[in-house]
């Protein structure tokens, strides 16, 4: 599995991962060059390293677990502070019955083991998407999308429940049926989870709240994937300022589904600084907040807009 680390400005270290595997090959590549006045001096080694995970997630919850775990240990040993799983990380069943079947609530069997497992390795967890058994399940049968962050004791510090329901068929890819940040050692996050990458005033009200760092855990489809997945993360990472985090589902699942993969960082300047090849794995990247903020205050694109005109986010002008 190949993944970057940010060295700032101008290159990135390619690590050459496997699950539970020691690094097998280091190398240089350069990444985009940023304006001069922008860059960084901090040295990467001081930066918050966090760690994106690609998984193919299939009906067996046992199996899907043992893989997160083995990539969460391995995000740990190499010295992250938080790592992000996708949605979906759970399982992801055959049919509607068998996603009903599976299903848990957030204190079921599951989420305690992702505690136990944030504990032992003393890092913070994404979630990216459980199939959550609401408080209403035993009149509705109905289960939420929800993206579930813990820190390094196993406590859920936030939720989310997907905002957007993917609810489309494209021809060739089959059927989808599907607020504030939160202070991490990485930054502050903005939850969202997949389909939530369309609608840019999600995004920026994020940002407008203080987010620093967008994460979009995924699923996306093989046929939508390659058209839309690296513009929509770059387009919301550049328009918001943010790093933006979307750790993805990868592969195939079983005989009715297959998903994209190239989980991503991108850079508040919208640069890839990190990505996943094919197959499950990991890859890392240093957040700058540093940069972060000379490139808000060099670029201060929220202060420029101008709601008097087009309305503020979604709303319109009367």
Same mark, same amino acid.
């Given at each position: 599995?190949?993944? /970057? !680390?940010? *060295?700032? $400005?101008?290159?990135? =270290?390619? #690590?050459?991962?496997?699950? +539970?595997?020691?690094? @097998?090959?280091?190398?240089?590549?350069?990444?985009?060059?940023?304006?001069?006045?922008?860059?960084?001096?901090?040295?990467?080694?001081?930066?918050?390293?966090?760690?994106?995970?690609?998984?193919?997630?299939?009906?067996?919850?046992?199996?899907?677990?043992?893989?997160?775990?083995?990539?969460?240990?391995?995000?740990?040993?190499?010295?992250?502070?938080?790592?992000?799983?996708?949605?979906?990380?759970? /399982? !992801?069943? *055959?049919? $509607?019955?068998?996603? =009903?079947? #599976?299903?848990?609530?957030? +204190?079921?069997?599951? @989420?305690?083991?992702?505690?136990?497992?944030?504990?032992?390795?003393?890092?913070?967890?994404?979630?990216?998407?459980?199939?959550?058994?609401?408080?209403?399940?035993?009149?509705?049968?109905?289960?939420?999308?929800?993206?579930?962050?813990?820190?390094?004791?196993?406590?859920?510090?936030?939720?989310?429940?997907?905002?957007?329901?993917?609810?489309?068929?494209?021809?060739?890819?089959?059927?989808?049926?599907?607020?504030?940040?939160?202070?991490?050692?990485?930054?502050?996050?903005?939850?969202?989870?997949?389909?939530?990458?369309?609608?840019?005033?999600?995004?920026?009200?994020?940002?407008?709240?203080?987010?620093?760092?967008?994460?979009?855990?995924?699923?996306?489809?093989?046929?939508?994937?390659?058209?839309?997945?690296?513009?929509?993360?770059?387009?919301?990472?550049?328009?918001?300022?943010?790093?933006?985090?979307?750790?993805?589902?990868?592969?195939?699942?079983?005989?009715?589904?297959?998903?994209?993969?190239?989980?991503?960082?991108?850079?508040?300047?919208?640069?890839?600084?990190?990505?996943?090849?094919?197959?499950?794995?990991?890859?890392?990247?240093?957040?700058?907040?540093?940069?972060?903020?000379?490139?808000?205050?060099?670029?201060?694109?929220?202060?420029?807009?101008?709601?008097?005109?087009?309305?503020?986010?979604?709303?319109?002008?009367?």
């Amino acid at each position: 599995m190949l993944g /970057f !680390i940010t *060295r700032p $400005p101008h290159q990135l =270290l390619s #690590l050459l991962l496997c699950p +539970g595997l020691r690094i @097998l090959r280091l190398s240089v590549h350069c990444a985009q060059p940023r304006p001069r006045a922008m860059a960084s001096s901090s040295s990467s080694w001081e930066l918050p390293l966090v760690a994106v995970c690609q998984v193919t997630s299939t009906p067996d919850k046992q199996q899907n677990f043992k893989t997160c775990a083995e990539l969460v240990r391995e995000a740990a040993r190499l010295g992250a502070c938080l790592a992000f799983l996708p949605e979906a990380f759970d /399982f !992801i069943a *055959r049919d $509607p019955a068998e996603t =009903l079947r #599976l299903s848990e609530p957030l +204190g079921g069997n599951l @989420l305690g083991e992702y505690t136990q497992l944030a504990r032992e390795c003393g890092l913070w967890l994404s979630l990216g998407g459980f199939h959550e058994r609401g408080q209403d399940w035993e009149q509705t049968q109905k289960i939420y999308n929800c993206h579930v962050l813990l820190n390094s004791k196993g406590s859920v510090v936030a939720t989310y429940r997907k905002t957007h329901l993917c609810d489309v068929e494209i021809p060739g890819q089959g059927p989808m049926r599907e607020k504030s940040p939160v202070d991490t050692p990485a930054g502050k996050i903005g939850l969202a989870v997949c389909y939530d990458m369309r609608f840019p005033e999600l995004s920026l009200a994020l940002a407008q709240a203080g987010a620093e760092i967008l994460t979009y855990p995924s699923a996306f489809g093989s046929v939508t994937g390659p058209a839309h997945w690296e513009v929509l993360l770059r387009a919301r990472a550049i328009e918001t300022q943010c790093y933006v985090v979307a750790a993805a589902q990868c592969g195939r699942h079983h005989e009715k589904r297959a998903s994209y993969g190239h989980s991503m960082v991108v850079d508040p300047w919208g640069t890839v600084v990190a990505r996943c090849s094919e197959g499950p794995g990991l890859c890392l990247a240093r957040i700058n907040l540093s940069y972060l903020r000379q490139l808000r205050q060099h670029l201060p694109v929220f202060q420029h807009r101008r709601p008097d005109l087009y309305g503020n986010l979604s709303h319109p002008v009367s």
